[in-house]
């Protein structure tokens, strides 16, 4: 079993549409929580950090920690098309730097 | 956030020979990383590469294939060494944000490399 599991997709919405994309973890350990945007031939870029379990809002977009369940979420709203790109979970342990990637959903957002 | 640059961004390969990628970063950080994301699969960990000290390499990883120098607390190297096709990969650099009292890791544009 991997350590970060993501539904790989694709999802595609309309544009406008609320995005929720998802994964789920198996190492209590983790406290740390991040959202990474990679488009097509592009490195990955730092979306969202969360610490332990909570929300986080930031424009568009929210992260959602549920520790309990072990549930890791990214909500886009009013997604564009320019929101078309692979959605990268990752999960850190506290006094780790090392990143548990998840296997990345691609997003298409339709005009 | 760091800027990271990586050279070369992208090159095709032959098998048996080997590549050396460089990962400059405009400030000074103390931890860099190297990771691998073959095509299809998520980001794994390579090593992490503290200057003046060996790199740490993760399991699955050695230090033959995979050599790593950092010179200094700006600049690191990542060598694949005897390639073979398995080895068509993106290598990214990343490094922990100096700015930041979290563990916030930033990624550079990534090297893509082709064996053939």
């Known amino acids: 079993q991997k350590e970060v599991e993501q539904d790989p997709g694709p999802l595609s919405v309309p544009e406008g549409a609320i995005v929720s994309l998802n994964c789920t973890y198996s190492n209590s350990a983790f406290q740390y929580f991040m959202w990474y945007r990679q488009y097509s031939r592009k490195g990955p870029e730092l979306l969202m950090y969360?610490?332990?379990?909570g929300n986080k809002e930031d424009g568009r977009f929210t992260a959602q920690v549920d520790k309990s369940s072990k549930y890791i979420s990214l909500f886009i709203r009013d997604s564009q098309p320019s929101d078309s790109a692979t959605y990268l979970c990752?999960?850190?342990?506290?006094?780790?730097?090392?990143?548990?990637f998840g296997s990345g959903t691609r997003l298409l957002v339709r005009p | 956030s760091a800027v990271i640059s990586q050279k070369p961004s992208r090159d095709i390969c032959q098998r048996g020979t080997s590549l050396t990628i460089q990962c400059q970063v405009d400030s000074q950080v103390t931890m860099m990383f190297w990771y691998r994301q073959q095509p299809g699969q998520s980001l794994t960990l390579i090593a992490t590469?503290?200057?003046?000290?060996?790199?740490?390499?993760e399991s699955g990883f050695v230090i033959d294939k995979f050599p790593i120098s950092r010179p200094n607390l700006t600049f690191s190297t990542l060598t694949v060494s005897n390639m073979s096709p398995e080895d068509s990969s993106i290598y990214l650099c990343?490094?922990?944000?100096?700015?930041?009292?979290?563990?916030?890791?930033?990624f550079g544009e990534g090297s893509w490399l082709t064996v053939v």
């Open positions: 969360t610490y332990s379990s």
């Open positions: 590469a503290n200057q003046g000290s060996e790199a740490t390499y």
């Open positions: 990752a999960s850190q342990m506290d006094s780790s730097y090392k990143l548990i």
């Open positions: 990343s490094v922990e944000d100096p700015d930041s009292s979290g563990n916030t890791i930033y």
